[in-house]
């Protein structure tokens, strides 16, 4: 039971209807998913800044790879508990070449952390110095 | 402020001292960080049981290489709130080779995600039948 | 699938009825919602206890409107992921006057904090001394 | 002990550079707080995307005021345990005309939701057909 | 770097009086904690309110022991990333008989939970059928 | 609807098949429920990892009693929303004893203690220096 019924093609205003054939274009495809569907429901501003938003981090050359932003995607989904985004980025990791073995080891490490995460907090270890990295990465 | 004082060197039972030499090898280096001391401060089976658990996750050949490894790590740490985690992780994510180009794109993958998640759960956004995926990853 | 089935009105305590009667004056309607069935199926005094709360903290006179607490209420069940908290605080808001153009501010608002944690968290941003507050509110 | 050392103003690139201008024009004050500054350190493009949502978001007419828009934001924060925003956030809310009696309320709502989001998952309480807002708001 | 100084016995309200009085009473030590001085220093009501609870839930007669009740409170605090609430409830543990071989299991519990919770949510795993447990508790 | 398709018994690795062999013999039961069927349908070896850990925690001789043990885990599972987790713990502590005035109880103190981590995080309540209990539990 949605909050809000995903919007049909049909009926969509002039700036919903572009941020879907954006999509469209961006994607190589006529499938547009429910979360658009969804946003576009809501509001017209918060679709279109969110689409943008993804376009600019998952669709733009980077130095990371397709699958590695989706298993990054699926990484977070899952801690936040979000099921739609879970189901919604496991499907996009496979269709972009998530193996099995990848899986797996993605959900191991994502199991692994999750406990070494709680036990951290548990005995609130003080952070190392040697941690210290307030130069930031190279 | 601790919740459990980290145990130094000296004074380890054999057991703990046995990971902690593990620990150095496998690595490949002398320091071995406040977690394992905080746990080997608490009980030596638990140590013994989350260093195997790491061991056999992050250190043992997969198909993910070791940076991606530590990204996504460092996703589900941010999104569980866990500074330590946060700072160990991110420390050696830099060592293993996380440039900053890389750094950026993944926290603007976890803040993406963050933002998403909460959209499609306040929406309560419907999982599409396109993302049937039980089958499994190929 | 509930983990206790919701309580019909037959067979009630005499304690749980009061509250249930106190619901329905409270909110000038005869409809309880499972959230409260649920409650009484498994203990009479936190059902007492937990209504007793909301009462305190969602009906009585106060300086914020009912449409901003119904608002902050979702803020903070979207973020722990209480589906059934969304659907039911949604409608009561909606019921409150919500407009669609406050729903929609609310959920940009809800996915902007999201995301800032999330940086905020991952970078450990250090306080600034321009936030000490802690002499509180005028 | 940051992950990030924030920026100084001395030495930003002409981009970010150019958002710190945006940023103390918008909010007609010097002070430029650690969160952009750590953000500058990171990356440029990154600082400049989650500025002009939060601009979008909190800095433009709407039909919700201010202080409620930060009320909010608090709300998102306490619940994601973010302490940087909960500080930042209650100093801008205190700022922006947040009173004792409303921070009393929305510290109260807040404790409350997380009390009731967490007996109704404890309960799987069934979504109410009461509660099929599927047309979404008015 | 509180967001409210917390009170002082000095200047408090009879109403916040009272409250200390009790807590002092019900607990036999002159000892008042942060959190009970924090909520005094921003509102009598929501004191009392979250004092009567407290009191109602940890110090009233009932099936479990008091240690009991305190690692499960350790186990929520845990997982919700409450650093003051994990220091206070451990100190409360140990004071009231909390072993170092029970605090072990705990946190072995805790780590053990957050993994498989993790692992549930990324498989999405469908509840069995055997689990439905909707008469509920003998 | 889940991501990977829970497995059958028929067409399990060998593997597989004596880790379902050793649940079965551990639990003096036939039924296997979901979760580990869907591990086997991802990956052997963490199938194989994740119920050893499980054995060794749950099942092994301590110091908590068994249902003290589901309680805990119950606890760990509704703070990070994991609804099949609920939904088998909290099945598995009624086979185990766990009665109505314990399931209460238990309840009770997860929405208390939900309740405080907020209020707590909320007032960034600084720990007091008499929870310094670095030396650790007796």
């Known amino acids: 039971m949605p909050t809000v019924r995903p919007a049909a093609d049909a009926g969509l205003s002039p700036r919903a209807a572009a941020v879907f054939a954006d999509i469209r274009a961006t994607r190589g495809s006529d499938f547009v998913n429910n979360f658009w569907r969804s946003l576009a429901a809501l509001d017209d501003a918060l679709l279109e800044r969110v689409w943008g938003q993804l376009k600019a981090v998952m669709a733009a050359p980077g130095t990371l790879d397709p699958v590695t932003r989706e298993m990054i995607y699926i990484a977070v989904s899952v801690t936040n508990g979000c099921s739609y985004c879970v189901h919604s980025h496991t499907a996009a990791a ?35 110095a040697a941690f210290d990295a307030s130069d930031g990465p190279p």
Request: zero cysteines.
């Open 94 to 128: 496979r269709a972009k070449g998530m193996t099995g073995a990848m899986e797996a080891e993605l959900l191991s490490i994502i199991a692994l952390a999750s406990q070494t995460n709680a036990l951290a907090t548990a005995l609130a270890v003080p952070v190392d």
